[in-house]
Nanobody
Framework: QVQVVESGGGLVQPGGSLRLSCEAS????????MGWYRQAPGKQRELVAG???????KYADFVKGRFTFSRDNAKNTVYLQMNSLKPEDTAVYYC???????????????WGKGTLVTVSS
């Protein structure tokens, strides 16, 4: 089994910072990519930042210059440093891992349960 677990969400004032963490663990043969998504109430889930292992990182336009995606490939862990947070950043933030659980398995996506980020004064 594969587990994807996020942590680090919470309540922060506008202009503040948070750092999210996500670890993929369990039966993992090879990790292809990891990324952060978010879903605000009444809206669709959208990409925040992510990339393939060892590849370039893609950012959504609305977070460029404020959020930084980083990874520790040895630990199958990614991070999202969020600075200059705005009320419109309020959402549940989800982590997705795309990987092969076993060599014979197809590449599949696994999602975490999400961590809530609330930006409010």
């Amino acid at each position: 089994q594969v587990q994807v677990v996020e942590s680090g969400g919470g309540l922060v004032q506008p202009g503040g910072s948070l750092r999210l963490s996500c670890e993929a663990s369990g039966s993992i043969f090879r990790l292809n990519a990891m990324g952060w998504y978010r879903q605000a109430p009444g809206k669709q889930r959208e990409l925040v930042a992510g990339g393939t292992t060892g590849g370039s990182i893609k950012y959504a336009d609305f977070v460029k210059g404020r959020f930084t995606f980083s990874r520790d490939n040895a630990k199958n862990t990614v991070y999202l440093q969020m600075n200059s947070l705005k009320p419109e950043d309020t959402a549940v933030y989800y982590c997705k891992a795309v990987l092969w659980a076993r060599p014979e398995d197809p590449m599949s996506a696994y999602w975490g349960k999400g961590t809530l980020v609330t930006v409010s004064s």
